[in-house]
């Protein structure tokens, strides 16, 4: 099952272990977690909730939420699982060391408990050069939601809560674009 929401485009996202914040300061911290000043030109934002049951296993789902933030005109590209050729991605995982993470949008703040350590999500910028300078293109973060705790439902709950104006739209068809590369390590196009 796979729902896709219009969100008003955030301010300010920040996620992390609450443990983290206590422990880490400085690039350690910031390694660590996510704490993302939305820049204006990304002024469109989507999120997509998620459940896949395994294959092997489909009594187990897959939960996760992803938050895409673009320009209008190419938000498609990144939702559609593709990005530019000759963009550059940064991806770095997002971990839990106490089983919970925190996960705060423009100071509404939820915990989420994942009933696991380890890798519970990833952000992703796309950008290129343009000038000498780096140009931000899109921010994917995706978070994962442990099943043994929340559900699709409860996930729906969630993002009714920590964002604002949203609205579901439909679906975004993978592969949008010609000029586009898939975004998880496959062959650009």
Not at 62 to 89: H, S
Not at 105 to 114: F, L
Not at 143 to 157: L, Q, R
Request: proline share 5%.
């Amino acid at each position: 099952m796979k729902e896709t929401y219009r969100i008003k485009p955030p301010k300010h996202i920040s996620i992390g272990d609450p443990w983290y914040y206590e422990k880490y300061k400085g690039a350690d911290l910031q390694r660590l977690t996510v704490d993302f000043l939305v820049p204006r030109h990304l002024s469109s934002a989507r999120v997509i909730i998620e459940e896949t049951p395994f294959d092997d296993m489909p009594e187990v789902s897959n939960l996760n939420m992803t938050i895409c933030l673009a320009p209008k005109r190419t938000i498609d590209t990144y939702l559609g699982g593709m990005y530019y050729e000759g963009q550059e991605c940064k991806e770095r995982p997002l971990t839990v060391d106490t089983a919970k993470y925190m996960i705060n949008v423009d100071g509404r703040e939820k915990t989420i408990y994942t009933a696991a350590d380890g890798i519970w999500g990833s952000i992703t910028e796309y950008s290129h050069r343009f000038k000498g300078f780096d140009i931000l293109d899109a921010v994917v973060i995706q978070v994962g939601f442990s099943d043994e705790v929340d559900t699709f439902e409860s996930m729906k709950e969630q993002l009714k809560y920590l964002f604002e104006n949203v609205k579901q739209i439909e679906n975004v068809p993978t592969q949008v674009q010609e000029d586009a590369a898939p975004i998880m390590g496959e062959q650009k196009m």
